[in-house]
């Protein structure tokens, strides 16, 4: 693609980044082929290469948002989809996040939407003002009746109850194999904002999981949130604020005491953790911390699959075996490109995977996208429910707290999260949401 940014424009660091990922589009339209906004509503500007003009146009000629270019950046789930399908390597992830840092910088949107925004943007990422509004929620729903619609089915997505923590807040989880003394590798492990309140038991697997193989597990009390949910509302300042929090924590840990590895249980996290290198690839104080951050990350499966030899252990539990249909967090096989290792993982416990058709496709989750466009993302649940119930699992499993919440919504078969299946066969407790089948 031909670009016309001047010396000066091109001075400014996201501006030369962008031009240099346009100029990798040879406009071949194979992005729209696997694009689900495009596939689901036939807009060429709601499919990759629209939304890449309409970013080039904005920031080549430094023209403010307008109510049309937002509407159609808006509905992008950054699914990152078109990403595995480009035959280019158009890195479309940074395209759209300078995109969507245009728009908060140029574009005022109407009060009901700055309002809504912002409302998630203070809730979401403080599991202690999450734990606040769902308290108020419970006492609410009896109530939804008189909300207005958007109100209403915003409230509808929310859990009613928040399940109770089995494990004590620490912050170093030792290992607990009894064949070592020591353990064999010490990982830090973020928790999550959303996830730790809603699903405690996926970060209390996690824990189990690594402890009985000798790893040592950090959980630093300095960081909630990866930052991801912010970022993708277009609030950088505050989300690079978190960035830079998450980024010395961490890194002074890895100094101090030493970390093997940054285990994100949460797909959607760690996708942004991976990123940290490049959103601060410029700073002269952070650029090294925050590579070495986004080299350290790993998601849970990626470092079992890599790093640790799994004790299965045969119970009465575990003998009969499932059919398990492993729905792939857009987040994990786009963002950050892992896909067969959760799948192999899941073989290795004698349960039957089953892929699910048309896979590539989101479930309309994408953070606060369920949210923020509810129509287009019941639409992709729809369709990603119908898939599923093709192949007729017994369970379904993931790697991302949002698909979780999101498929359950649309389906009675109980789904879970993989570390949750492979922390059961090796010596866990079964999950709570398996103990009826």
């Not at 499966?301 to 045969?314: A, C, R, T, W």
């Not at 048309?358 to 119908?386: F, M, P, W």
């Not at 090796?426 to 999950?431: A, H, I, L, V, Y």
Request: aromatic content about 8%; charged content about 25%.
């Amino acid at each position: 693609m031909e670009t016309n940014f001047s010396e000066k424009q091109l001075k400014d660091i996201d501006n030369k980044s962008s031009e240099k990922i346009l100029r990798k589009c040879v406009h071949c339209g194979f992005c729209n082929a696997t694009c689900p906004t495009y596939n689901l509503l036939g807009d060429e500007l709601d499919g990759p290469r629209g939304r890449i003009y309409l970013i080039k146009d904005m920031i080549e000629n430094n023209k403010p948002a307008n109510e049309k270019i937002v509407k159609h950046i808006d509905r992008c789930l950054s699914c990152y989809s078109c990403m595995t399908t480009c035959p280019s390597g158009v890195n479309y992830m940074h395209l759209i996040d300078h995109g969507r840092a245009h728009i908060e910088k140029t574009y005022k949107r109407p009060f009901k939407e700055r309002f809504i925004r912002s409302f998630l943007s203070l809730i979401l990422p403080k599991p202690t003002n999450f734990k606040i509004i769902l308290v108020l929620i419970f006492f609410l729903k009896p109530f939804t009746l008189f909300l207005p619609k958007n109100i209403k089915e915003m409230v509808n997505l929310m859990p009613t109850t928040i399940p109770k923590r089995k494990l004590s807040k620490m912050k170093v989880y030792p290992q607990t194999s009894k064949k070592r003394k020591k353990p064999v590798a010490r990982v830090a492990l973020l928790t999550g904002c959303v996830q730790k309140v809603i699903s405690p038991q996926i970060n209390e697997a996690t824990i189990r999981l690594l402890n009985r193989h000798g790893i040592e597990v950090v959980v630093l009390k300095s960081i909630d949130c990866c930052g991801s949910l912010n970022y993708h509302l277009g609030k950088e300042k505050i989300a690079k604020e978190t960035f830079k929090k998450n980024i010395i924590s961490w890194y002074d840990e890895y100094l101090n005491a030493g970390l093997d590895a940054i285990i994100s249980n949460t797909s959607g996290c760690g996708t942004t953790i991976k990123d940290y290198g490049f959103i601060f690839r410029s700073d002269k104080d952070l650029k090294k911390k925050a590579k070495k951050i986004s080299d350290l990350t790993k998601d849970i499966s990626e470092y079992l699959d890599d790093n640790v030899k799994l004790n299965f252990i045969p119970s009465e539990q575990t003998e009969k075996k499932y059919k398990i249909a492993y729905h792939s967090a857009c987040s994990m096989q786009h963002g950050q490109k892992v896909h067969k290792k959760p799948i192999n993982l899941i073989k290795k416990t004698g349960n039957e995977v089953i892929e699910i058709p048309e896979g590539h496709n989101c479930c309309g989750s994408a953070g606060t996208y369920n949210l923020l466009q509810r129509d287009i993302a019941k639409a992709l649940l729809k369709n990603k429910v119908i898939n599923i119930e093709k192949v007729q699992p017994e369970i379904i499993s993931t790697g991302n707290i949002g698909c979780i919440t999101q498929i359950a919504n649309g389906t009675k078969i109980p789904i879970l999260h993989t570390v949750e299946i492979i922390d059961w066969y090796t010596g866990g407790p079964k999950p709570d949401i398996l103990k009826n089948i």
